[in-house]
């Protein structure tokens, strides 16, 4: 036991010394850290918040792995102030953080604004900018009100106008203070990866069509909150609107062209699928064309994609100032026979096959460690989207025990940092910023507590919920300092 732990230590610090440390990151580029309102916040109830999706699903037995819920989570609903200096002591330029909807509107409607909720963030911007933070704010990562369940959730258009009425709200609140908007948060994984999750009801309804319809009417809902922006906002707040997307990357496993178009054809579903419309109007050709004649062997009378008019594709045209990345995960992808015509999904819509080199490091829970994967994501993004500004708004190493001594989650945002590096000197990207998940430990959604990424330790068991820096935060503080890896 003990000579592996030696020869553990001995290989990490191979790893880290085979990475060269000759460039610097660039003057404008920014470190940050990232949470979500329901994984760190608590107070599910507290001064007149509303409920949730994940208030009442972690209620149901089964549904979390341990058992647990968002309920105190990291308390962070009291002691913000703490956050805050927990932040400033890492020294980064910002910090990203999400609104939880039901605390600001009670019941998700537009009525009834709950003004302790709204102080809430009020605090918060304000503490953060008096110690030198910029505040980046998520309106919405998961916490769907709960009333919505009823109506449909995301499967129905109604949740765009409830949508962009909150928007308004939040820019109007807090428009004036905060410059960098982020309107959602992985729409892949709530429309399609999660959907069970979310508080839809959709065993009634084929995947096939019901992940499709929650995309389309979240990119809608992007597209009316962005242009609420433009019409409202931009001109007297002169702030930034962003989405933020997640990006397995896709890489062929081997040369063959049939393997390459695979691989193209997994990104164009996986992250075209919204990135797309949002860039250039419309969803990528691929993607229109593969539903389309698996709809007409189904027999649908039309694709189970839903269109988007010529005027909506005007409109939905270049709503971005900036793109959010999310990157976790990477894939080997092989080309398949074509699924036969079945039941609708998007998993047989996307076809291919994918796995992963066993040889890969791995980390402590899902996925590999597999740095190229993030170099080649941003290089992608842009060949595919002319060159766009991005910020990396999620990359984070997850272990299970939420050591302090974390030495692995240090090789891996050494590795993940000198990605970037290598993006910005080598394939130059116009990538502006790297934001660590997570600040602390959190609730991992159907992991519950299980699953650790943060810088922070947070003692779930004890009820200050006391926070204690790893040595990943030590790590990302010199990385800031000396502006190298
Ligand atoms: C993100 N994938 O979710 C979320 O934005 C965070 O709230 C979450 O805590 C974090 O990742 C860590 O899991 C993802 O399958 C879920 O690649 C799944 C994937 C990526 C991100």
């Known amino acids: 036991m003990k000579s592996v732990g030696v020869v553990g230590i001995i290989f990490l610090a191979l790893i880290r010394a085979s990475i060269s440390n000759q460039w610097e990151f660039p003057d404008d580029f920014q470190f940050g850290t990232a949470t979500s309102a329901y994984q760190v916040e608590g107070g599910w109830n507290a001064d007149g918040k509303g409920v949730s999706v994940w208030d009442r699903l972690t209620q149901t037995p089964g549904f979390v792995t341990d058992g647990s819920n968002g309920t105190v989570a990291c308390d962070s609903y009291h002691k913000w102030e703490e956050d805050v200096q927990m932040i400033k002591n890492l020294n980064t330029d910002y910090y990203r953080f999400s609104l939880s909807w039901t605390r600001i509107f009670p019941n998700g409607f537009a009525n009834g604004i709950n003004q302790p909720g709204v102080d ?122 962003g989405i933020t997307l997640n990006f397995e990357w896709s890489e062929p496993a081997s040369d063959s062209p049939e393997d390459v178009v695979a691989a193209e054809q997994r990104r164009q579903f996986e992250f075209g699928l919204y990135a797309n419309p949002v860039v250039y109007g419309n969803y990528p050709q691929i993607v229109i064309d593969r539903v389309a004649e698996r709809s007409k062997l189904e027999g649908f009378p039309q694709s189970r994609l839903p269109k988007f008019s010529l005027l909506e594709q005007i409109n939905n045209r270049g709503t971005y100032d900036f793109l959010g990345l999310n990157h976790y995960n990477s894939w080997l992808v092989k080309a398949t ?68 001594e974390d030495d692995r989650r240090i090789s891996f945002l050494q590795q993940y940092l000198n990605a970037t590096l290598q993006a910005i000197y080598e394939d130059k990207v116009n990538v502006k910023g790297f934001t660590a998940w997570s600040l602390m430990d959190n609730f991992e959604w159907g992991q519950g507590y299980t699953v650790k990424f943060g810088l922070y330790f947070v003692d779930f068991n004890s009820p200050d919920r006391t926070r204690t820096p790893k040595k990943s935060a030590e790590y990302f503080r010199s990385v800031i300092e000396s502006r190298r890896v």
């Open 120 to 241: 809430y963030y009020n605090n918060l911007i304000d503490e953060l900018i008096a110690n030198g933070i910029e505040p980046i704010v998520t309106l919405f990562h998961w916490d769907t009100p709960d009333i919505f369940s009823a109506l449909g959730g995301f499967y129905t258009p109604t949740f765009i106008d409830l949508f962009a009425n909150y928007a308004r709200t939040a820019f109007d609140l807090y428009g004036d203070r905060v410059k960098r908007w982020i309107t959602f948060n992985e729409p892949k994984v709530l429309c399609q990866d999660y959907s069970e999750f979310m508080g839809m009801i959709n065993e009634y309804y084929p995947n096939g069509i019901i992940e499709y319809l929650c995309s389309h009417h979240m990119i809608k809902a992007h597209v009316k909150a962005f242009r609420i922006y433009d019409l409202e906002f931009r001109l007297r707040q002169r702030g930034r609107v």
């Open 337 to 404: 026979e074509e699924v036969p015509i079945g039941k609708p999904s998007v998993q047989n819509d996307i076809g291919t096959s994918r796995h992963v080199d066993p040889g890969w490091e791995d980390t402590e829970w899902d996925g590999k460690v597999a740095p190229w994967g993030l170099r080649n994501s941003l290089i992608w993004l842009k060949k595919t989207y002319r060159d766009p500004e991005i910020l990396i708004t999620e990359c984070g190493y997850p272990d299970k025990t939420g050591t302090l």
